[in-house]
């Protein structure tokens, strides 16, 4: 499991999956949460611009991203 502290309130969804490394660019976030890849807190989600706050968890390919303040 990968943890992202905020520097902020919150963080995008796109943004968090690309600073955990699991995408390698934001047109590709865009993809795989469009295509309905990506859960937050166990509900898929298909808005990119989502914010994630501390205790947000999301799961991407196997891969599990909690978010921290």
């Known amino acids: 499991m990968q943890v992202i502290h905020l520097r902020e309130e919150y963080i995008k969804l796109g943004q968090a999956i690309k ?3 699991l995408v390698q660019t934001g047109a590709e976030a865009k993809v795989v949460i469009q295509d309905g890849q990506v859960k937050v807190n166990g509900q898929t989600q298909v808005q990119r611009g989502k914010k994630l706050v501390a205790g947000d968890r999301v799961e991407y ?3 599990t991203i909690r978010i921290e303040a």
Do not use: D, K, L, S
Request: charged fraction near 15%.
């Open 19 to 21: 600073a955990a490394g």
């Open 61 to 63: 390919n196997g891969e």
